[in-house]
Nanobody
Framework: QVQLVESGGGLVQAGGSLRLSCAVSGRTFRNYAMGWFRQAPGKEREFVAGISRSGTLYVDSAKGRFTISRDNAKNTVDLQMNSLKPEDTAVYYC???????????????????WGQGTQVTVSS
């Protein structure tokens, strides 16, 4: 069984930074494509960033501000978020796509393991 636990959310002023971390249990973590998603109240869950053996992928609104990284030795995947904006406010989720090692998919439904989410609030 794969378990994901996020940490690092909180309240920050616009222009500030936060670093989210996701700890993943399971010996085959290095084989999974990983993604960060977010969901704001009243909105659908959206892809933010992903990382796999082939590289990284970002939603346009995150390019240049967010950086996703992973440490396969520690079984962690992080999301460094800089220059935060009020519209970044959401619950952020870490997810694992155990069926993909190279392809990064944006659709939440294909990810089969999810964390519980961590709240990020950016004040103006």
């Amino acid at each position: 069984q794969v378990q994901l636990v996020e940490s690092g959310g909180g309240l920050v002023q616009a222009g500030g930074s936060l670093r989210l971390s996701c700890a993943v249990s399971g010996r085959t973590f290095r084989n999974y494509a990983m993604g960060w998603f977010r969901q704001a109240p009243g909105k659908e869950r959206e892809f933010v960033a992903g990382i796999s053996r082939s590289g990284t992928l970002y939603v346009d609104s995150a390019k240049g501000r967010f950086t996703i990284s992973r440490d396969n030795a520690k079984n962690t995947v992080d999301l460094q978020m800089n220059s935060l904006k009020p519209e970044d406010t959401a619950v952020y989720y870490c997810a694992a796509d155990s069926n993909q090692s190279y392809l990064i998919r944006r659709t939440p439904q294909v990810y089969d393991y999810w964390g519980q989410g961590t709240q990020v609030t950016v004040s103006s």
